[in-house]
């Protein structure tokens, strides 16, 4: 998952993440803009075009219409507020990170509340823990593209 600036940082950036993210379980990646509109469009009634779609994942869109937040706000289970650029966006997008891992990795309700009980120093520890694993794993994937 890319660091919270990346995900809050413009509405391609925040759509981009979705895509990789947030797509519905049990469904294949979209291979390209036109699959992406498609399920989209089929999920919603929202009638989205791959122009639409690459339009706001390359930035070359940045005032969506309404409709076109709400069908994605929709398919993709966030609130409006998400695409917003204010507060309300950094705060949804970690709810939405809380929620993508809570079932899908391995971390439960039970590891939650252990984390919750946890002192402030060894809430500490795992974060810093966390922190560093992410970093690993990203220089091993940018090692891997080189």
Do not use: C, H
Not at 20 to 30: D, F, H, K
Not at 100 to 120: I, K, Q, T
């Amino acid at each position: 998952m890319p660091d919270d600036a990346s995900v809050t940082s413009s509405l391609a950036a925040k759509i981009e993440w979705l895509i990789q993210n947030r797509w519905p379980a049990g469904s294949r990646l979209p291979k390209n803009n036109v699959e992406a509109a498609a399920a989209i469009s089929e999920a919603t009634g929202e009638d989205l075009s791959s122009t639409t779609i690459w339009k706001l994942r390359t930035g070359r869109s940045d005032n969506p219409q309404l409709k076109t937040l709400k069908g994605l706000s929709t398919f993709f289970g966030v609130p409006i507020g998400y695409f917003g650029d204010d507060d309300e966006a950094e705060e949804t997008a970690d709810r939405v990170a809380a929620s993508s891992l809570v079932g899908e990795s391995g971390l439960n309700r039970e590891a939650l509340r252990a984390l919750v009980e946890l002192s402030d120093g060894g809430r500490q520890l795992v974060a810093d823990f966390i922190i560093s694993a992410a970093r690993l794993e990203q220089g091993r994937e940018k090692a891997g593209e080189a």
